[in-house]
C-alpha cells in the first residue's frame, strides 16, 4: 500500500521546504514562455515616426497634439477646452520653476494680448534660475540625494562633505541646459572626460551620494549599479544579483560586468575651490590631511607585515575558508588575528598563480589537492613527480620540499620558512642601505621572485593602495577606530567651516583593474565564472566586447548615453513628461521591462525621444514641446454634463488618453515655498550649505537647500511623501492621511507663516484692502465680494474673544536651581531663558551648551545635568493664606537610577522629598499657612548618574477656605502661545485651502 500524507501531517520546516521547491521549479527562468523578449517595445531601435494626420488640425500646437488626438478619436473622445489663463500661467510657473507666480506676473500674462504672450511667457520661466532649482528636486529623487549617510556605527562622520556641492552643479547644469548626454556622461565619469570644467568633478555625486551601508562594500557597489541602471535606463539589474532576471533579458553574468566596473574603482575625496577659506584655514586642512595619510601609510605597511609574517598561517587558512566570513561591520579583529580581507586575496591571489603557472605555488596546489585522509601515502608521489620535472618549481621552493611534507599544514609551514628567509634577506638590504639610496630589487632574481610574492603591487601581503573606505578590511578594530577618528577630523573642518567649501567625493580607477567573478547566489565567498567588464547583452548583444580602458567607467557611460541605446532617451523624456502631467506614458518610470505596462502612446514616446536626441539633447527644448502642445493647456476640470463625465469614467477613468489635464497637489517643497513667497519672505539665493528646515528659526531659503538626513529623516517630510533618501525613488506616493492636516493646524512653521501673512494684512487700516491683501499674495487675485463679507464675518466673531490666561497663571515661574542640603532650601534660582512655545529650557536646542538639559513642561520635564541645575517650578503666594498641596510625581524609564525630588518653602524649608525609580508617588500637604510673597519650589534633580532622567509631575494648590485653585498643568503658558487672533485665523484658513494647495 503506496504512503499517503497531506500538508498538514508535515512537520513546519518540510512545509517551507516543499513551498520553496515548488517556487523554484515553477518560476519562469529569464524570457522563459516569452521567446521574443528582443522584440519588446523598450529594446527597438529609436526611430523618428511621422506624426499622424490629426482629426482636429486647428486644435494642434505642437506636433505631440496629432498623436494625442487621434488616440483619444480612436476612442471617440475629444480633448478638453483650453484652460483660462490664470490657470495656464500658474500651472507653467509651478511645472518650470516650482514657484507660484507673482500677483504682477499674472497681470501682465492675462493682459497681454500678443499671440505669443503664452510662448514669451514659457520662454521666461526657462530663462529663470529657478528653473534648475525645480528640476534638480526631481532629479535628486532618481539619485537617492542625502546630506548623510545613514547610520555610520560611530566610526565615521556621518555627514558628506560634498553632498550640496552636488546639489548646486545639478542646478547650474540644468539651467545651462547642459545637453543630458554629457550630464549622465559627467555624474558618471567626469574624471576621464578631457574636456570637464573643474566643477565638474561635483557631478559624480550621482555614484558616490549612496548609503554606507556600515562599510560593507559588496552593498555599496549594488546601490550604484540599482540607481545607474534604473536611473538612466529603467532596467532593474539589481534582480540579477543572486539569479537571473526572473522576466527580463539580464543574466546574473551581466550584473557582475557592472560589478567589475565598480569594483575597479577607488574615492577620491577633491577640494574644488582653488584657495578655500583663510590662509589659517588652508593650513589647518593641510595638517589633518597629512596626519590621516602618514597614519594610513603607518598602519598600512604595519598590517601589510603582519600578514607577510603568518603567510604560512594565511595558505593553510585556504583549506578552512568556512571559517572566514565574508566583510560585516559587526566584526571586531585584534592585531593577532588573520584577517578575512587577506585569506580572500590570498585566494584570488593563488587563484591567479595556478592559472598562468607561477612556479612558486606549483607544489602548494598540488599539496592542496590531496585528501587530508590519504596526504602522507600520496605525498611521496607528488614530491617524485615535481623533481622529474624541476623547471616547473622555483628553486627555493624545491630545496624546501626536499623531503615530502607529512601533512597540509607542513606544507605552508615550509612555504612560510622559505618566504621569511626571503623578508629577512630584504630587511637586512634595507638596514645596510646608505642614507636616501634604498635598494629596489634583490640581487638573486629568484629571492627578487619571491620578493615580489611579498612587496610587489599585486602581492596578497599587501594592503591596497586607496582610502580608508576601500582599505578598511585589511585593518584590525583598533587601527581602524583611529584612522576613521582622523578621517573625521578631515571631513568635520572641511564640513563646519565658516565659508562654505565645495569639495566632489570622485571615482578613480585602480592601478590594475578587478576581474570580476558571479557570487553564486549572491553569496561573495561561493566564487563562480569569470565574467568580463563589459556592457549589457540585451543592449550590446552578445557579441559585445570587454571595457579595455580601466575600469571601463568611461566606456560603460558613452554605451549609456549612445544615441543608439534605445532606453536612455526613452527614459528621461518620460521622466519629464510625468513630472508635467502626473503620470508617465509609461507608468513605471523606472522599470521599462517585461512586466511594465506598454506606453500609452507608443508612437508619441518614440517621436520625443527622437527629437530629443535631434535637438541635442536638450530638456529645455523638450519643456518647450511638452508646455507649448494644446494637449497641456487644456482645462482640468471635467465636463459638466453628467451623461458624458460618466461615459469618460467608463472608457479612460485613469486618464490614460489625456482628454484632459490631471489636476497637481503642490509637493510639499512646493507647498513651503509657496508659503514663504506668499508672505515676502523667500529669499531667493541660488546655491549654498544645506540648513534645518525644522529648526527655529526657520529658514527663508527655498526647501531644495534644506538638509536631507537620510538616518534621522523627518516625520513631516515622511507624511508630505518626500523621497526616501536611502534609495532610488522613481515616483512619489500622494496620500491624504490626518497627519498633514494636523501639520496646518498646529506646527509652528505653518503658525508663523500665518502670522506674518497676518501682519501684511493689519498695515492697512481699512479692513477690507487687509483681506484683499491676503487673497492677492496667496492666490495672486482679489477675494470675491462673497469671500470678503465671509472674512469680516470671521474677524468680527473673533473680536472680544481674545485668549486672556487665567490669573493664577501669574504666580509660577520656571527656573532652575539647586536643593542646598544644609539650609533646606532652594539656592541660586535662575528663570529658564528659552521658550519653545511648549516647554522652558535652557535655548533653542537641547542640549543647550550651558545649561545642559533642564526643561519643563506643562505636565513634567527633565532636571539639568547635575544635582546645580536641578529643575525648578516656583509657586508664589499672591497673599497670605492657608492652602493645601498635591501632587503626582512619575518616572517611567528602567534605565538609569532615577531622580529625587523635593518640595520646598521658603519660610519652612524641606516640606516634602522622595527618590523614585521605574515608580509613582504622591507627594502632598494637607495644610500648609503661608504669607504673601512665600515660594513653594517643586524642585528635581538627577540621581547619582545622568541617565533616562525625565518625569512626570503635575500639582495643585487649592486655597483653605476658598476657591482659587492653581494647577500647574492648565496655568502653563502653552494654551495661551498657540492661540491665534482674527487676521492670523483668517490667513491659517486661505493658506490651507485647495486653492493654495493645489496647482490648478
Known amino acids: ?296 601609510r603607518q598602519y598600512a605597511n604595519e598590517s601589510s607585515q603582519r600578514a607577510r609574517e603568518r603567510i604560512a598561517d594565511y595558505l593553510f587558512a585556504q583549506s578552512e575558508l568556512h571559517k572566514f566570513p565574508a566583510d560585516g561591520f559587526d566584526q571586531i579583529f585584534q592585531k593577532s588575528d588573520l584577517l578575512p580581507a587577506f585569506v580572500r586575496r590570498w585566494e584570488r591571489y593563488l587563484r591567479q598563480a595556478k592559472l598562468e603557472g607561477d612556479p612558486i605555488f606549483t607544489m602548494w596546489h598540488a599539496y592542496a589537492e590531496l585528501a587530508p585522509a590519504r596526504f602522507s601515502d600520496q605525498a611521496a608521489e607528488v614530491a617524485a613527480r615535481f623533481l622529474a620535472s624541476p623547471e616547473s618549481v622555483h628553486p627555493a621552493i624545491a630545496a624546501a620540499f626536499a623531503t615530502p611534507p607529512q601533512s597540509f599544514r607542513e606544507v605552508c609551514d615550509r612555504y612560510g620558512a622559505v618566504f621569511g628567509e626571503v623578508d629577512r634577506q630584504w630587511q637586512a638590504a634595507l638596514a645596510a642601505a646608505e642614507d636616501g639610496s634604498p635598494p629596489t630589487l634583490l640581487d638573486d632574481p629568484d629571492a627578487e621572485a619571491l620578493r615580489q610574492a611579498l612587496y610587489g603591487e599585486d602581492a596578497a601581503c599587501r594592503v591596497p593602495d586607496g582610502p580608508i573606505s576601500h582599505s578598511e578590511t585589511f585593518f584590525d578594530s583598533g587601527s581602524l577606530t583611529e584612522l576613521w577618528k582622523l578621517q573625521g577630523e578631515v571631513d568635520r573642518w572641511l564640513i563646519n567651516s565658516q565659508a562654505p567649501v565645495r569639495t566632489a567625493l570622485t571615482l578613480v580607477d585602480q592601478a590594475e583593474p578587478v576581474e570580476p567573478r558571479v557570487f553564486r547566489r549572491g553569496n561573495p565567498l561561493n566564487l563562480g565564472e569569470d565574467v568580463p567588464r563589459r556592457f549589457l547583452s540585451v543592449l550590446g548583444g552578445e557579441e559585445r566586447g570587454p571595457f579595455e580602458v580601466g575600469s571601463g567607467r568611461l566606456e560603460l557611460a558613452q554605451a549609456i548615453v549612445d544615441p543608439q541605446n534605445p532606453l536612455t532617451a526613452r527614459v528621461i523624456v518620460n521622466r519629464v513628461w510625468a513630472h508635467h502631467f502626473g503620470a508617465g506614458l509609461v507608468t513605471t518610470p523606472s522599470d521599462f521591462g517585461l512586466r511594465a505596462d506598454p506606453p500609452s502612446h507608443p508612437e508619441l514616446l518614440d517621436w520625443l525621444a527622437a527629437r530629443f536626441v535631434q535637438d541635442g539633447w536638450s530638456l529645455k527644448q523638450l519643456h518647450r514641446w511638452i508646455v507649448l502642445s494644446a494637449t497641456y493647456r487644456q482645462s482640468s476640470a471635467p465636463p459638466s454634463d453628467l451623461a458624458q463625465r460618466k461615459r469618460l469614467m467608463q472608457v479612460d477613468p485613469d486618464n490614460r488618453l489625456l482628454w484632459r489635464m490631471n489636476p497637481r497637489r503642490l509637493t510639499f517643497e512646493e507647498t513651503r515655498d509657496s508659503l514663504l513667497q506668499a508672505t515676502g519672505s523667500l529669499d531667493r539665493a541660488i546655491g549654498g550649505k544645506p540648513a534645518n528646515l525644522f529648526a527655529q528659526p526657520f529658514p527663508r531659503r527655498r526647501t531644495l537647500y534644506g538638509l536631507i538626513d537620510r538616518q534621522y529623516f523627518p516625520s513631516t517630510l515622511r507624511i508630505f511623501d518626500c523621497a526616501s533618501p536611502d534609495l532610488h525613488t522613481p515616483e512619489r506616493s500622494e496620500t491624504t492621511v490626518p497627519q498633514q492636516a494636523l501639520f496646518f493646524l498646529n506646527h509652528p512653521l505653518m503658525v508663523e507663516r500665518a502670522q506674518e501673512l497676518a501682519k501684511l494684512a493689519r498695515e492697512l487700516k481699512d479692513p477690507r484692502e487687509g483681506v484683499a491683501r491676503i487673497f492677492q499674495r496667496a492666490y495672486q487675485r482679489d477675494p470675491s465680494e462673497t469671500e470678503i463679507t465671509d472674512a469680516l464675518k470671521l474677524l468680527r466673531s473673533v473680536e472680544g474673544e481674545a485668549f486672556q490666561p487665567p490669573q493664577t497663571a501669574a504666580d509660577w515661574q520656571y527656573g532652575y536651581g539647586a536643593f542646598d542640603e544644609a539650609t533646606q532650601r532652594v539656592a541660586g534660582f535662575m528663570p529658564l531663558p528659552h521658550f519653545t512655545g511648549d516647554a522652558w529650557q535652557g535655548g533653542p536646542k537641547r542640549p543647550d551648551d550651558k545649561l545642559g538639559w533642564v526643561q519643563l513642561t506643562a505636565t513634567g520635564g527633565h532636571p539639568g545635568n547635575d544635582r546645580r541645575h536641578a529643575a525648578v517650578r516656583r509657586w508664589t503666594a499672591p497673599r497670605g493664606m492657608t492652602i493645601a498641596i498635591r501632587s503626582h510625581l512619575v518616572h517611567e524609564a528602567p534605565a538609569g537610577d532615577g531622580v529625587r525630588a523635593f518640595i520646598v518653602s521658603s519660610e519652612q524649608g524641606l516640606l516634602n522629598s522622595t527618590s523614585i525609580h521605574q515608580d509613582a508617588a504622591d507627594l502632598n500637604m494637607d495644610a500648609l499657612e503661608v504669607k504673601q510673597g512665600a515660594t513653594i519650589d517643586f524642585v528635581i534633580d538627577i540621581g547619582e548618574v545622568l541617565n533616562s532622567d525625565q518625569f512626570l509631575w503635575t500639582a495643585t494648590l487649592e486655597e483653605q477656605p476658598g476657591s482659587t485653585v492653581w494647577n500647574s498643568a492648565t496655568d502653563f503658558p502653552t494654551v495661551a502661545a498657540a492661540r491665534l487672533d482674527g487676521w492670523e485665523m483668517l490667513a491659517q484658513v486661505v493658506l490651507c485651502a485647495n486653492e493654495f494647495l493645489f496647482v490648478d
Request: glycine share 4%.
Open 1 to 296: 500500500m503506496p504512503f499517503r500524507f497531506t500538508i498538514a501531517t508535515l512537520p513546519a520546516a518540510a512545509v517551507r521546504a516543499l513551498v520553496l521547491v515548488l517556487i523554484l521549479h515553477t518560476a519562469p527562468a529569464m524570457g522563459e514562455g516569452d521567446d521574443n523578449f528582443f522584440d519588446h517595445w523598450a529594446f527597438q531601435p529609436l526611430t523618428m515616426p511621422t506624426p499622424p494626420r490629426p482629426p482636429s488640425p486647428d486644435w494642434e500646437q505642437t506636433p505631440l497634439d496629432a498623436f494625442v488626438a487621434t488616440k483619444l478619436a480612436e476612442h471617440d473622445l475629444a480633448p478638453s477646452p483650453p484652460a483660462d489663463r490664470r490657470t495656464l500661467i500658474r500651472r507653467i510657473t509651478y511645472g518650470l520653476t516650482g514657484l507660484p507666480p507673482t500677483r504682477e506676473e499674472v497681470e501682465r500674462f492675462m493682459n497681454d494680448a500678443a499671440p505669443n504672450a503664452y510662448e514669451r511667457a514659457v520662454d521666461r520661466l526657462l530663462s529663470s534660475p529657478h528653473y534648475g532649482e525645480q528640476w534638480t528636486r526631481h532629479w535628486l529623487d532618481v539619485a537617492r540625494y542625502s546630506d548623510t549617510k545613514g547610520y555610520v556605527y560611530a566610526r565615521e562622520e556621518r555627514f558628506w562633505t560634498h553632498a550640496w556641492a552636488y546639489r548646486d552643479w545639478v542646478v547650474r547644469a540644468l539651467n545651462e541646459d547642459m545637453p543630458y548626454n554629457r550630464f549622465l556622461l559627467l555624474q558618471l565619469a567626469a574624471d576621464q572626460v578631457a574636456d570637464r570644467r573643474k566643477n565638474d568633478l561635483a557631478a559624480m555625486g550621482f555614484l558616490t551620494l549612496g548609503r554606507r551601508f556600515l562599510g560593507v562594500r559588496r552593498e555599496v557597489i549594488d546601490d550604484r549599479i540599482d540607481v545607474l541602471c534604473r536611473g538612466t535606463m529603467a532596467l532593474t539589474v539589481s534582480c540579477a544579483r543572486c539569479h537571473d532576471h526572473k522576466y527580463d533579458p539580464i543574466p546574473t553574468a551581466d550584473y557582475y560586468s557592472l560589478y567589475g566596473v565598480f569594483d575597479s574603482c577607488l574615492e577620491k575625496l577633491q577640494v574644488l575651490d582653488e584657495s578655500p577659506g583663510d590662509e589659517a584655514f588652508r593650513a589647518e586642512l593641510a595638517k589633518r590631511q597629512e596626519a590621516l595619510r602618514a597614519k594610513l
